[in-house]
């Protein structure tokens, strides 16, 4: 487990919010309506959410409260990639007709003490002594199950009636040949960093990797992204990592795809790596690796054995629909047991775990719908199925698609590619799913999820009036497309006849 470096005023005001070194726990309830394993963003909603209902609520943490998010995740890399937006502003300012002296660069200690000040004061959200005020025990220390309705921690006996798995996931070590003696970054330990690296390493093209490995090209590092895969964002279709492919080429990083690492050798010049693309094998020599490929849930240690509840050590705690695992009492939520591991879905799956477990609830993870953002330059935001993953469910679909280059605001912006497209069922205005790419895409895909969640089809798209211009017109364009196809020959014709007879 990684300390929090450089451990200075702004890191020591977050420990003493998600740590406090003092921190006393409580004496333990005779029985709590819910004991909570772990503290990220699905044992902290969870928590909050069941103490505010009412609930008898323990919530276990053995690190950091605030989870891989707050700390490891979403709120370092995104202040990261805000600074690393900025300076690459002022490199694409030219065509814009601004002229920005020679010289403009990252001062990266700056951006990282950014950082830092920006993750200590969005910490007090997360705050023990918070959670504390709303009414949960917290408990530090590392909890595991004594038996199917308890909960060990430090020394203590916490007794449920119903229990939460929330106990996230990490990252995956690769297995190189020489890269724990070379040494490597993890995203536990990148956001530590005071110094640039002058060459970087990122292995894995997902979306974690990418959008660090724009993030500290643009800072300044020379980087280098290697992936198994032969296109970046897996998960995404071809054309949607293209554009992101060519972003990076613009960017300057030097892309392997294909790509496999056989062996890291330590050399006085730095780590010198072996990575074998298509079968050819080339050399490269870097300051620091980071290693960004695969999330492993955290389910070791946790005496489920004991409990009753089934794992696999791959895709973590089993569950049903409703978020149950193989022990009715107790449910997991969060990257702990979800394939979708995000911050939205850890929240998500608390909320569905609050209403099963505690108000025997019967709502459905499957009844979800997911969006999802990386959030590159541009940015590029999914919800539902993509056409490729609709033609592998058998879905029939149509598709509409417009492009940024057609867009007013995006043209005026200088941010011209991307995309949104829409996939329907076929022959109606039902969305099973969206994709779009631009500059803050993030921002757009909450529409078209509103539409999904409120069952409005393409057509109430189309009447929806947005302000002119902006990116967001191209979902209306969309929806206009989709009217378009309902204009056939034949009522094509009879509104010719109409129009004729009252001329
Ligand atoms: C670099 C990076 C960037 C990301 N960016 C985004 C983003 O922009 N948007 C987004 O939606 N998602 C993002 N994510 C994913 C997001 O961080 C996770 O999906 C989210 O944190 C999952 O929350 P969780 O509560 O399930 O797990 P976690 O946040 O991992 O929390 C689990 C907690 O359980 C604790 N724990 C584990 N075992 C025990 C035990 N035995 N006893 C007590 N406590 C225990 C851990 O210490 C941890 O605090 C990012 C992830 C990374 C790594």
Redo the contacts with the bound molecule.
Sequence with gaps: ?SALLPDDEYDRVLVENVHPRQWQNPEPAPRYNLVV?????????TAAGAAGLGAKVAL???????????????????CMIRSSRVLAEVRDAHPLGIRIPPGAAADFPAVMERMRRLRARISHHDSARRFRELGVDVFL????FAGPDRVE?AGKTLRFRRAVI??????VDPPVEGLAEAGFL???T??SLTALPRRLLVLGGG??GC??AQAFRRLGSEVIIAGRTPQFLPREDQDTAAILARAFQRDGIDIRLRTTISRVVVMAEGKEVHLVTDGREDVVMVDEILA?AG?AP?VE??NLEQAGVKYDLRSGVKVNDFLQTTNPSVYA????C?A????????A??RIVIQNALFRGRKKLSALNIP????TDPEIAHVGFGWGEAQARGIPVDTFTRHLREVDRAIADGEEDGFVRVQVRKGTDRIVGATIVARHAGEMIGEITLAMVGNLGLKTLATVIHPYPTQAEAIKQVADAYNRTRLTPFIKGIFRLWLKWTR
């Design positions: 487990m394993l772990g503290a990220g963003t699905a044992g902290l909603v276990v943490e053995r690190h950091l409260m605030g989870g891989d998010c707050l700390n490891y995740g979403c709120v370092p890399s995104k220390g590392e909890g595991r921690v929330a106990t996230g996931a990490r990252p993890t995203n536990e990148v956001f979306p974690i959008e660090l960004g999330r955290n240690g946790l939520a969060g990257d702990v979800l979708h591991k995000f911050t939205h879905t850890a929240d799956t608390a999802w953002c990386t959030y």
